[in-house]
């Protein structure tokens, strides 16, 4: 069992920056991928971000790149997302995720859920 504990989210202005932090707890190990989703308002669920543990490895929406960066704390085992430039598109409930092996970018590949943290832009 891996437990995901998020927080960061809030409100800010367009152009503004917002950071998300996940902690993972519980039974992990090195070859996983912790990733972000969002689901703004009157859409599915959709990629954002992924980073794989051991390599290091980034992937990013094409929606996102340039302005989110995925990073990472081993010693808080906690994966960052520092979000930049942001848009009223943007905003969207957040979830971290996890799973063992190689990031993929479908929801349904991931087993371990945060409870979703509210990010909201205004223009």
């Known amino acids: 069992q891996v437990q995901l504990v998020e927080s960061g989210g809030g409100l800010v202005q367009a152009g503004g920056s917002l950071r998300l932090s996940c902690a993972a707890s519980?039974?992990?190990?090195?070859?996983?991928?912790m990733g972000w989703f969002r689901q703004p308002p009157g859409k599915e669920r959709e990629f954002v971000a992924a980073f794989m543990w051991r390599s290091g490895n980034t992937n990013y929406a094409d929606s996102v790149k340039g302005r989110f960066t995925i990073s990472r704390d081993n010693a808080k085992n906690t994966v960052y997302l520092q979000m930049n430039s942001l848009k009223p598109e943007d905003t969207a409930v957040y979830y971290c995720?996890?799973?063992?092996?190689?990031?993929?970018?479908?929801?349904?590949?991931?087993?371990?859920w945060g409870q979703g943290t509210q990010v909201t832009v205004s223009s």
């Open positions: 995720a996890a799973r063992f092996g190689p990031a993929r970018m479908m929801t349904s590949m991931y087993p371990y």
């Open positions: 519980g039974r992990t190990y090195s070859d996983y991928t």
